[in-house]
Nanobody, 123 residues
């Protein structure tokens, strides 16, 4: 099993940047599809980005593409989400997730979740 712990959330002004981290333990993330989701109050959990197993591609939702960058550091068993040009509509709890499925954007197919970290973007 994989345990995931997110960090790096906070309050930032519109146009600013934040870097989230997701530290994994228990197993290497190298064989997992790793992803970031977010959930705003009263809304469904939303796919943000995912990184296929080591050496694979990274995919982004259209609303964050060109603003967010996901990276993985397999040596430190950590994934990151660099968020730039933040907008108030990016305000949400951001979750890190892992699955052995090769590729999916469906939250239902992810087996492991972190506790989430709050990101608030003020206008």
């Amino acid at each position: 099993q994989v345990q995931l712990v997110e960090s790096g959330g906070g309050l930032v002004q519109a146009g600013g940047s934040l870097r989230l981290a997701c530290a994994a333990s228990g197993e290497s993330i190298g064989t997992y599809l790793m992803a970031w989701f977010r959930q705003a109050p009263g809304k469904e959990r939303e796919f943000v980005t995912c990184s296929v197993r080591s050496g694979g591609a990274t995919y982004y939702s259209t609303v964050v593409k060109d603003r967010f960058i996901m990276s993985r550091d397999n040596a430190n068993n950590t994934v990151y989400l660099q968020m730039s040009s933040l907008k108030p509509e990016d305000t949400a709890v951001y979750f890190c997730a892992a699955t052995t499925t090769y590729y999916t954007r469906s939250a239902h197919e992810f087996d492991y979740w972190g506790q989430g970290t709050q990101v608030t973007v003020s206008s």
